[in-house]
């Protein structure tokens, strides 16, 4: 049981580049959730997903996007890769009531210059 | 619109001191409540919770905390302090009503050090 799961560990991406934060989870959990953390701050809500087929945003989701087409696969894409998105990518998942730990992964250190 | 508040970015304590860590939380209705732990360069990891029932709560490695409500608070402590205590603490709410899963609401961290 590998709980949640990030690929990569860290990567560096030039402006205007894109990519896909992989995460994964095999504790059969409905929900599953992306957060970013930047310095001295704490983490913020990008998107959620309550189950395949559905997601929605969070608290920051411009310059994101999100797909969930299996209950254990979240990829986070970002199409056009800014400095202000220089961060440390969270991704999680929980059972679904609200009062329910969520599990996170190790993340993912992203460097935009 | 909810808030967590973690008074202190930085707390240093003695090894075998008692650890307070702060948090206080903005909304009419008490949330859920919850405390994780970070050590570095790793996730998030669950200390302890609190949703209903006993507003004392104790988690793993010692620790504990108790939910305020007259103070919307939800303070963490350990009697006595181990260096492998050293790590960022986080603060989160949920609120119990509403629609949707939403996520949770993160105070800024309290990055809390043990002097030997």
């Known amino acids: 049981n590998a709980g949640v799961t990030q690929t990569p560990k860290f990567r560096i991406l030039k402006i205007g580049q894109s990519m896909t934060l992989q995460c994964t989870q095999d504790?059969?959990?409905?929900?599953m959730y992306w957060y970013r953390q930047d310095p001295g701050m704490g983490l913020k809500l990008i998107y959620y997903?309550?189950?395949?087929?559905?997601?929605d945003k969070g608290e920051v989701p411009n310059g994101y996007n999100v797909s969930r087409s299996t209950t254990e696969d979240f990829p986070l894409r970002l199409e056009l890769a800014a400095p202000s998105q220089t961060s440390v990518y969270f991704c999680?998942?929980?059972?679904?009531?609200?009062?329910?730990?969520?599990?996170f992964g190790p993340g993912t250190r992203l460097l935009v210059l | 619109a909810q808030s967590v508040t973690q008074l202190g970015s930085h707390v240093s304590v003695s090894e075998g001191a008692l650890v307070l860590l702060r948090c206080n939380y903005s909304?009419?209705?008490?949330?859920?409540l919850f405390w994780y732990v970070q050590y570095p360069n790793q996730g998030l990891q669950l200390l302890l919770k609190?949703?209903?029932?006993?507003?004392l709560v104790k988690g793993i490695n010692g620790f504990e905390a108790e939910f305020k409500k007259s103070e919307t608070s939800f303070h963490l402590t350990k009697p006595s302090a181990h260096m492998s205590d050293a790590a960022e603490y986080f603060c989160?709410?949920?609120?119990?009503?509403?629609?949707?899963?939403?996520?949770?609401?993160f105070g800024k961290g309290t990055h809390l050090i043990i002097q030997p």
């Open positions: 999680a998942s929980s059972y679904g009531q609200k009062q329910e730990t969520q599990y």
């Open positions: 504790m059969n959990h409905n929900y």
């Open positions: 997903s309550v189950g395949a087929g559905i997601t």
């Open positions: 909304s009419s209705v008490p949330p859920y």
């Open positions: 609190y949703t209903t029932g006993a507003t």
């Open positions: 989160a709410v949920r609120l119990r009503s509403g629609g949707g899963a939403d996520g949770l609401t």
